[in-house]
């Protein structure tokens, strides 16, 4: 085998010294890290750390993109995306949520839900601007809110309002710096969501302090016991917003990498010209396979849901019954326990738990602000699976 000091004009210098300070400081993703120490070791552990479903992308979304291809469908669509994907998206967004977007100009095919999130902050920032995210949360938008010259504030959450943002605490937070909000609900990594009540006093608070909102919203499908309330769809709030979300979650299509953004046509214009120069348009086949999804695809979609929902309450009683405080998530496809009680920070207590116990969780301190004593699982596994996992972290417990 070929070392790297073999290869011609290799050299052991380390090149670090050329990389920019700003992108040399930024840490690795805290869920990440655990994956790799779940996919580097040969012992047998149950990994609730990754929030991909366990379902395949449904036969007909796959056929779909077969039968594109072999028809030669493998060149560049529009910018923005193929016109009817557009139409689509408009559509369902108006049906289901009840927020009016023009195709032409106001909706923007991306590559996955998280190029929409770059998009948006890139098209947004000014270096220095304060950009407000609710925490816990999702762990990529602090790093590429510093990727973009802005100054990521995080406004906590707590469990004792059911992870909701409330206006109080987002006031506390807002500085004549601050520009924008981003927020996701149904919330990873706690299940929190938002009602419209839930949102009529931040939307007061938005406004009267102008601010622009990104919202998450690649769970909106994953709800149980109401409906997924758009912050878009608040009187005065959908030029405001930046509404991103995508087929990951809903559709099993998470390595498909398609997602949207949705928004005033000016903003989704700046967007665009990044787009162009950086991505040039999403691929073709993955268009067509959402397409499809959106077309023909709820049914199975509504028996996923189903399938979570069992899951997640099998999972809030079980942490309950070993004796961890559970809130009980709304949305998403996450519990969020408390283990608080044990003494352990989070990191210690989703490293022991790994070797000893033999399960991977994500340490809560990872996603941010109120997330030390507390770690995060996916339930988006079999229910054989989860059920071990609650003995086998039951047993952990004991020992300790």
């Known amino acids: 085998?070929?070392?790297?000091?073999?290869?011609?004009?290799?050299?052991?210098?380390?090149?670090?010294?050329?990389?920019?300070?700003?992108?040399?400081?930024?840490?690795?993703?805290?869920?990440?890290?655990?994956?790799?120490?779940?996919?580097?070791?040969?012992?047998?552990?149950?990994?609730?750390?990754?929030?991909?479903?366990?379902?395949?992308?449904?036969?007909?979304?796959?056929?779909?993109?077969?039968?594109?291809?072999?028809?030669?469908?493998?060149?560049?669509?529009?910018?923005?995306?193929?016109?009817?994907?557009?139409?689509?998206?408009?559509?369902?967004?108006?049906?289901?949520?009840?927020?009016?977007?023009?195709?032409?100009?106001?909706?923007?095919?991306?590559?996955?839900?998280?190029?929409?999130?770059?998009?948006?902050?890139?098209?947004?920032?000014?270096?220095?601007?304060?950009?407000?995210?609710?925490?816990?949360?999702?762990?990529?938008?602090?790093?590429?809110?510093?990727?973009?010259?802005?100054?990521?504030?995080?406004?906590?959450?707590?469990?004792?309002?059911?992870?909701?943002?409330?206006?109080?605490?987002?006031?506390?937070?807002?500085?004549?710096?601050?520009?924008?909000?981003?927020v996701c609900f149904p919330n990873n990594p706690t299940g929190g969501v938002m009602s419209y009540e839930d949102w009529e006093p931040i939307a007061k608070v938005v406004e009267e302090h102008d601010l622009i909102v990104i919202s998450d919203e690649i769970y909106a499908e994953l709800t149980y016991e109401s409906k997924h309330v758009s912050f878009a769809s608040l009187p005065g709030m959908r030029d405001r917003t930046i509404l991103v979300s995508g087929f990951s979650k809903a559709f099993a299509m998470t390595g498909w990498r398609m997602g949207y953004a949705c928004g005033h046509s000016d903003i989704i214009s700046a967007m665009l010209k990044i787009h162009q120069y950086s991505i040039m348009c999403a691929p073709a086949m993955g268009q067509v396979a959402a397409l499809e999804a959106l077309r023909n695809g709820m049914e199975e979609k509504d028996k996923m849901m189903e399938s979570y929902n069992q899951r997640r309450r099998l999972m809030v009683q079980g942490f309950r019954e070993i004796g961890l405080q559970c809130h009980e998530p709304q949305g998403a496809f996450y519990v969020f326990p408390s283990v608080a009680s044990t003494g352990l920070s989070s990191e210690e207590f989703a490293q022991r738990l790994l070797y000893e116990g033999k399960v991977a969780a994500v340490p809560g301190n990872v996603f941010g602000l109120g997330g030390e004593g507390f770690v995060r699982c996916s339930y988006a596994y079999s229910v054989n699976q989860l059920i071990e996992a609650i003995d086998r972290i039951g047993n952990f417990l004991k020992k300790l």
């Not at 929030?51 to 979304?61: A, I, K, L, N, R």
């Not at 493998?74 to 689509?88: D, F, I, V």
């Not at 925490?135 to 909701?164: H, L, M, N, R, W």
């Open 1 to 182: 085998m070929i070392k790297q000091n073999q290869i011609l004009g290799s050299s052991t210098k380390p090149m670090t010294g050329y990389l920019a300070p700003l992108v040399r400081e930024i840490p690795p993703s805290g869920i990440r890290k655990f994956f790799d120490l779940v996919s580097a070791s040969k012992d047998d552990i149950i990994s609730l750390g990754v929030g991909e479903p366990d379902f395949s992308t449904p036969w007909h979304v796959r056929e779909a993109c077969v039968y594109s291809l072999e028809r030669g469908n493998t060149k560049y669509t529009s910018n923005a995306g193929m016109p009817e994907l557009r139409e689509a998206i408009a559509e369902y967004l108006y049906d289901s949520f009840q927020v009016p977007y023009e195709p032409s100009d106001e909706v923007l095919v991306t590559v996955g839900g998280s190029e929409a999130i770059d998009l948006a902050l890139r098209a947004l920032i000014v270096p220095g601007d304060e950009i407000l995210i609710t925490e816990p949360t999702y762990v990529s938008y602090a790093p590429i809110v510093k990727i973009s010259g802005g100054v990521p504030v995080g406004v906590e959450t707590f469990a004792k309002d059911q992870f909701k943002l409330t206006a109080e605490s987002l006031k506390a937070s807002i500085t004549p710096k601050s520009k924008a909000l981003i």
